[in-house]
């Protein structure tokens, strides 16, 4: 089974400042990961994900995240947010070598940008 | 465009009525997901299907059931509303060995 832990559930942070969003994950056997923004009103839209490779994924609107095996975590960060950066996100991991797609997704962190 | 709509957007209903929340997507995806969103608990799978008349338990189905007669159309249902099932309810598809997830815009449900 997977389990994903997400520490911050709320992250205030002013306007062009550089963020960091954590996310650490457990699981027996290989997955892949993923990180979803949820904004105001709105279903989840896949920001970015990591499947093999590069360990330095590059999402939608800036965003990028590093997996670190050793420490089993896959954090987001932006250098400079804006005000609609405010927005729920979600650390997402599913298990590698399944037939099915089934998501265990951390509780979220609320970004909060202020100008 | 992936679009996966649902039929609410909010919903009332009162203690142990039946309800129906219809989710329908037009990308032709053979997967559909049931999640429910609360505060500090992220997204739990309720029900999810892998094609016409199939289904499986996610991994909160009680209270729940589900029913999916065409491939586009994967509805929840509530068969006597509790006040615990207050919440938003969010669908979603894919196709097979895609990583993605289509998400709808959720369906917040209110049972008094």
């Known amino acids: 089974a997977q389990s994903v832990t997400q520490l911050d559930s709320q992250v205030p942070v002013f306007e062009e400042a550089p963020v960091e969003l954590r996310c650490n994950y457990s699981?027996?056997?290989?997955?892949?990961l993923f990180w979803y923004v949820q904004y105001p009103n709105q279903g989840l839209q896949l920001l970015l994900k990591?499947?093999?490779?590069?360990?330095l994924v590059k999402g939608i609107n800036g965003f990028e995240a590093e997996f670190n095996k050793s420490q089993t975590s896959f954090h987001l960060r932006k250098p400079s947010v804006h005000i609609s950066d405010t927005a729920e996100y979600f650390c997402?991991?599913?298990?590698?070598?399944?037939?099915?797609?089934?998501?265990?997704f951390g509780t979220g962190t609320r970004l909060l940008v202020s100008p | 465009d992936v679009k996966v709509t649902q039929s609410s957007r909010y919903l009332v209903k009162r203690t142990g009525e039946k309800v129906f929340l219809e989710c329908v997507q037009d990308?032709?995806?053979?997967?559909m997901f049931w999640y429910r969103q609360d505060p500090g608990l992220g997204l739990r799978l309720i029900y999810f299907?892998?094609?016409?008349?199939?289904?499986e338990k996610g991994d909160i189905p009680e209270g729940y059931s589900v029913s999916r007669e065409k491939k586009e159309r994967f509805s929840l249902i509530l068969e006597s509303a509790s006040t615990n099932q207050t919440s938003m309810y969010l669908c979603?598809?894919?196709?097979?060995?895609?990583?993605?997830?289509?998400f709808g815009p959720g369906t917040r449900l209110t049972v008094t």
């Open positions: 979603a598809s894919s196709s097979p060995g895609a990583h993605e997830q289509y």
């Open positions: 990591y499947l093999s490779g590069s360990t």
């Open positions: 299907s892998y094609d016409v008349k199939m289904k």
């Open positions: 990308m032709d995806h053979e997967n």
């Open positions: 699981s027996s056997v290989s997955v892949y």
């Open positions: 997402a991991v599913r298990a590698k070598n399944t037939g099915f797609q089934k998501l265990v």
